[in-house]
């Protein structure tokens, strides 16, 4: 199961460029790619507002 944004996210960024497979993307809300996502959760570790989980 590949990691998840929900709405706590504030859009920082900070996922983006801890993410070592580049599965994150920004747009109106950002995005984790499931096929890419290794589940190694150096996001959700990286995410200040705590809005990325399992």
Known sequence: MAYVIGDECVACGTCID????????????YSINPDECT????????????????
């Open 18 to 29: 801890e993410c070592p497979v580049g599965a994150i993307s920004e747009g109106e809300k």
């Open 39 to 54: 589940e190694c959760g150096t996001c959700a570790d990286a995410c200040p507002s705590g809005a990325i989980s399992l």
